[in-house]
């Protein structure tokens, strides 16, 4: 039997195994099943956290579809949570090892628990690994709409003049366009009445979700390089399942998430 435990951040849900121990990943199929929503746990993906020499753990990414993905933020923040509440000190701080990077979290506790987290998410790129030709794309048009391409060790592609409500129409064409041979998540953008961004996601391998940490960075970045948004300071971005702070600096050398993490629960495996 092994134990799994339930996490999600803002609606973006996850089952984490801690493999720190066996060091053993899972397969496409383990996957598929675990997030399956009614013959399984049901989740966005699957988070397997394994060990790493000079960090807290490694943590891989394993889509519904059963496809890896390099980097999530919303994951990465169930993933600090989850090493942080299960160690038996209280950290400030962690470093965790991804794809994108080994990226370091600061934690703010509350009643012995991390309520929330902001993720030092690394450089915004514009050139590769987004397209096969290089970059940068940036306000250039694509299948009837405007987009720019950004990379956050995984691929996005920002239209900042597509409304959410075009997600699901747009989406699944835009995912699997040549100019991405990897595939790419797609975020349609709206400005908020109160300042910021409202964003739909379609997630490469999943579909829409209700929030994607590294597709609301990667709005942020598209929006400050159209001069929409400011660099260095925070920007709120909403989400179907909630708000989180984005702050881009102006070199793209970081970008920061800020945002809350919530336990679900936990359970066995056979």
Same mark, same amino acid.
């Given at each position: 039997?092994?134990?799994?435990?339930?996490?999600?951040?803002?609606?973006?849900?996850?089952?984490?195994?801690?493999?720190?121990?066996?060091?053993?990943?899972?397969?496409?199929?383990?996957?598929?099943?675990?997030?399956?929503?009614?013959?399984?746990?049901?989740?966005?993906?699957?988070?397997?956290?394994?060990?790493?020499?000079?960090?807290?753990?490694?943590?891989?990414?394993?889509?519904?579809?059963?496809?890896?993905?390099?980097?999530?933020?919303?994951?990465? @923040?169930? +993933?600090?949570?989850? =090493? %942080?509440?299960?160690? !038996?000190?209280?950290?400030?701080?962690?470093?965790? &090892?991804?794809?994108?990077?080994?990226?370091?979290?600061?934690?703010?506790?509350?009643?012995?628990?991390?309520?929330?987290?902001?993720?030092?998410?690394?450089?915004?790129?514009?050139?590769?690994?987004?397209?096969?030709?290089?970059?940068?794309?940036?306000?250039?048009?694509?299948?009837?709409?405007?987009?720019?391409?950004?990379?956050?060790?995984?691929?996005?592609?920002?239209?900042?003049?597509?409304?959410?409500?075009?997600?699901?129409?747009?989406?699944?064409?835009?995912?699997?366009?040549?100019?991405?041979?990897?595939?790419?998540?797609?975020?349609?953008?709206?400005?908020?009445?109160?300042?910021?961004?409202?964003?739909?996601?379609?997630? @490469?391998? +999943?579909?829409?979700? =209700? %929030?994607?940490?590294? !597709?609301?960075?990667?709005?942020?970045?598209?929006? &400050?390089?159209?001069?929409?948004?400011?660099?260095?300071?925070?920007?709120?971005?909403?989400?179907?399942?909630?708000?989180?702070?984005?702050?881009?600096?102006?070199?793209?050398?970081?970008?920061?998430?800020?945002?809350?993490?919530?336990?679900?629960?936990?359970?066995?495996?056979?």
């Amino acid at each position: 039997m092994e134990r799994f435990s339930k996490y999600h951040g803002l609606g973006n849900d996850f089952v984490v195994l801690d493999r720190r121990v066996t060091g053993l990943d899972i397969d496409a199929e383990t996957s598929r099943r675990l997030c399956d929503r009614h013959f399984g746990i049901g989740a966005d993906g699957v988070l397997t956290i394994l060990p790493e020499d000079g960090a807290a753990g490694r943590m891989v990414v394993h889509n519904a579809d059963g496809s890896i993905a390099e980097m999530c933020g919303n994951g990465l @923040r169930c +993933v600090v949570k989850h =090493l %942080a509440e299960s160690g !038996g000190d209280r950290p400030e701080r962690l470093s965790i &090892a991804t794809g994108a990077g080994v990226l370091t979290s600061e934690l703010e506790w509350a009643h012995g628990a991390v309520e929330r987290v902001t993720v030092a998410m690394g450089p915004a790129r514009l050139k590769e690994p987004i397209l096969p030709r290089g970059g940068p794309f940036v306000g250039e048009p694509i299948e009837g709409v405007v987009g720019t391409a950004v990379s956050m060790g995984n691929p996005h592609l920002v239209l900042l003049d597509t409304p959410p409500a075009d997600a699901r129409r747009l989406g699944p064409g835009l995912e699997v366009h040549p100019l991405f041979p990897d595939r790419t998540n797609v975020e349609f953008v709206e400005p908020r009445s109160e300042g910021g961004l409202r964003v739909t996601v379609w997630e @490469r391998g +999943v579909g829409i979700t =209700l %929030a994607c940490g590294t !597709g609301a960075c990667a709005t942020v970045v598209a929006s &400050a390089l159209a001069g929409r948004s400011p660099f260095d300071e925070w920007v709120p971005v909403e989400l179907p399942g909630g708000v989180l702070d984005i702050k881009a600096a102006k070199d793209l050398s970081q970008v920061w998430l800020r945002g809350p993490v919530r336990f679900v629960f936990s359970g066995t495996l056979p």
